[in-house]
């Protein structure tokens, strides 16, 4: 019996660490199995949410009170990183150009910069983290204190009231505060521009305007309606689809400000790469 | 003539047996847990009927299933002679348009004042109603549920007796033909309570409803109950009038009727 105890052992290990692997292989396994529901999950409410937006009864008065929270409600926090991109932009790249003695290209070059990817992009996900995290809350919220419920029970569709309003709304208005965005940062680095020399604004406007070419402007424009459904759908998925505790609403909140930045970034790349390519 | 706050018994015997709610074999459960087991009740028409039970017992489940707001896993549930199992949206949206729902929490839209939470489902299920009507509507059930002052309120200046009100209100407001109550006194003080208890026979009596309510509040029950089912373990364990209940020698009973 003394000489087997080794291999006794040697067994036990052996069986522990083949138990250990079946658990971890299964927990992966449903993770991975989460995972793809969620996908689904997430595909199927687009569908239902496109179908709504195409059925009889739109809620105009709603879509407008959230066209008026997402859009105007932003616009104080829109300027304020409008001017600031612009101006920073402007005093880092200012003396780089000044050593090749190309200071002349500086508003062509910012409003680029601007237009084509600074703009957008931070904007988007500036609004993925106010508007987003809103829809998350709200309706995250909503679900927990049993509204959603109220309305599916007096024959009000949620889907066509909640979300298909908030889906277009930020449609609709991402790119408005987008081209405000672009619009200001311009300003700002006129701003910037002046701070060591001395353009007037007309001129600066000139310059950048006479750089910025058609190819430049609507892929641009174009991919922000992109950014601007993905932060409602996200938003809206997050917080309708939320758990029943409260610890949910922060959950969905978080969530959506996570995904919505993240799917941005991403059809941002795809975006570039097809503009690219044309 | 009946006397204010108790439940209105004549109309039963006027429409007796005529079923509005009959629930066969309901199960449902969450993952491997049944919550409902074997559920089978009846629901006459213009009764209260209370279904009392321990927390977690499954009570507000069942009232959800009644109206699909969960997926019940087998069984059958006819309201108002449609199996409501079955139903497709539309139709379910128009069967839902008969029941009102109080819920637990109130369920107040925190973003719209008093007003609008009345106005809210008046002018999607009444659609034909022109502005002035729907004014008069929401004056009516305001002053029946006794709060016409609330009118420009937000949910958020309201206590929890006034939100349980507004909420009946807004249920009432569209004329339901069933009305189910979630713990409609849960989180009230007694003095509260006593006043939901009687505005929900006031209910029964002026609208000509049939109510199901769920509740564990013993007092509750005493002042609403036609008829109480008692659920335990996920099965109906105890049917009959209050005094049965009152006068019933069994443990389990006596521990709620002490």
């Keep these: 019996m003394k000489i087997l105890a080794p291999v006794i ?26 995972f793809l529901t969620e996908i689904a999950d997430g595909f199927l409410f687009m569908t239902r949410v496109t179908k709504e937006t195409f059925s009889r009864h739109f809620e105009f008065r709603e879509f407008l009170r959230q066209c008026y929270q997402i859009g105007y409600k932003t616009l104080p926090l829109i300027s304020v990183t409008g001017i600031i991109i612009g101006l920073v932009l402007t005093i880092q790249t200012r003396p780089a ?29 500036i609004c993925a983290g106010k508007i987003g995290s809103g829809m998350g809350a709200e309706l995250g919220s909503m679900r927990v204190t049993e509204q959603i419920d109220a309305m599916e029970v007096s024959s009000t569709n949620p889907i066509k009231f909640l979300v298909v309003t908030r889906v277009l709304a930020a449609t609709i208005m991402v790119p408005i505060l987008v081209l405000y965005a672009d619009a200001l940062g311009i300003l700002g680095s006129w701003a910037g521009a002046n701070i060591k020399g001395d353009v007037s604004l007309v001129l600066f406007f000139s310059q ?15 991919k922000t309606f992109f950014f601007g459904a993905i932060i409602g759908f996200v938003g809206c998925y997050k917080g309708y689809t939320a758990g029943r505790g409260t610890e949910s609403v922060g959950i969905a909140a978080n969530s959506a400000v996570v995904l919505s930045s993240l799917l941005v970034i991403i059809v941002d790349l795809i975006a570039v790469q097809i503009t690219d390519m044309l | 003539m009946t006397i204010p706050g108790t439940p209105d018994t ?59 707001l969960l997926e019940p896993d087998e069984g059958k549930i006819t309201v108002l002679g449609e199996d409501v199992i079955t139903l497709d949206r539309n139709r379910l ?49 305001l002053e029946n549920v006794g709060l016409s002052d609330a009118l420009n309120k937000m949910p958020s200046q309201l206590s929890g007796g006034m939100r349980k009100r507004i909420s009946l209100a807004r249920t009432l407001i569209v004329d339901p033909m ?3 109550y979630d713990e409609p006194t849960t989180g009230l003080d007694p003095v509260t309570s006593d006043e939901i208890s009687i505005l929900i026979n006031d209910v029964q009596k002026k609208y000509k409803t049939s109510s199901v309510i769920i509740t564990h509040d013993i007092e509750c029950a005493r002042t609403t109950a036609n008829r109480i089912i008692m659920l335990l373990n996920g099965e109906v364990y105890k049917e009959g009038k209050t005094a049965d209940f009152e006068e019933s020698d069994d443990p389990v009973i006596k521990s709620f009727f002490k």
């Design chain 2, 93 to 141: 949206s128009e069967l839902r348009k008969k029941i009102g729902f109080l819920f637990q929490s109130s369920a107040l839209y925190d973003s719209m004042t008093v007003k609008q939470n009345l106005e809210f489902p008046l002018r999607r299920i009444k659609r034909d109603l022109n502005q002035k009507q729907i004014g008069e509507k929401v004056g009516e059930v």
């Design chain 2, 10 to 68: 004549a109309s039963i015997k006027a429409e007796k047996r005529e079923q509005v709610i009959e629930i066969a074999s309901l199960r449902k459960g969450f993952g491997s847990e049944d919550v409902l087991t074997d559920v089978s009740l009846k629901v006459y028409a213009g009764e209260n009927l209370v279904v009392l039970g321990k927390s977690g017992s499954g009570k507000s489940v069942l009232i959800k299933c009644i109206v699909r």
């Design chain 1, 208 to 222: 950048a305007f006479g750089q910025i070419g058609f190819i430049d402007f609507l892929p641009a424009l174009v």
């Design chain 2, 178 to 180: 069933i009305m189910l």
């Design chain 1, 97 to 125: 150009l000044l050593s090749f003695g190309a200071v002349g290209l500086l508003p062509g070059m910012v409003a680029i910069s601007l237009i084509r990817e600074m703009g957008p992009v931070i904007t988007a996900l």
């Design chain 1, 9 to 34: 052992k040697v067994k036990e290990i052996a069986k522990d660490r083949t138990i250990r692997l079946v658990d971890k292989t299964i927990e992966r396994t449903v993770k991975a199995g989460n």
